[in-house]
Nanobody
């Protein structure tokens, strides 16, 4: 099972973020797709996820700044953000969680918010 992430990199404070993650149709079509992030020494935390009903769920820390969406034709989930802060700096991981509780992970993509 492969989740392929793209995007990330260096972002200036106040700038914007655009991440995408693509996987197989079979996995995408049955999974809640999500984005998590992790910084050294801390636990991985949920940023946002979106179910098959396309209803988004966002962490309080990113509400009003980030959005998550899914394109069922392209088997792709997107995370977009604006007004980025230094505390948004992290390794971002795409996830796919099946109805029976198995979670698959992408390889991670680093987002660094810095001037």
């Amino acid at each position: 099972v492969e989740l392929v992430e793209s995007g990330g990199g260096l972002v200036q404070p106040g700038g914007s973020l655009s991440l995408s993650c693509t996987t197989s149709r079979s996995l995408f079509g049955q999974s809640t797709m999500g984005w998590y992030r992790q910084t050294p020494g801390k636990q991985r935390e949920l940023v946002a996820d979106i179910g098959l009903d396309s209803i988004p769920n966002l962490a309080d820390s990113v509400k009003g700044r980030f959005t998550i969406s899914r394109d069922d034709e392209k088997n792709t989930v997107y995370l977009r953000g604006n007004s980025l802060k230094s505390e948004d700096t992290a390794e971002y991981y795409c996830s796919a969680t099946t109805p029976w509780g198995l979670t698959y992970w992408g390889q991670g993509t680093l987002v660094t918010v810095s001037s």
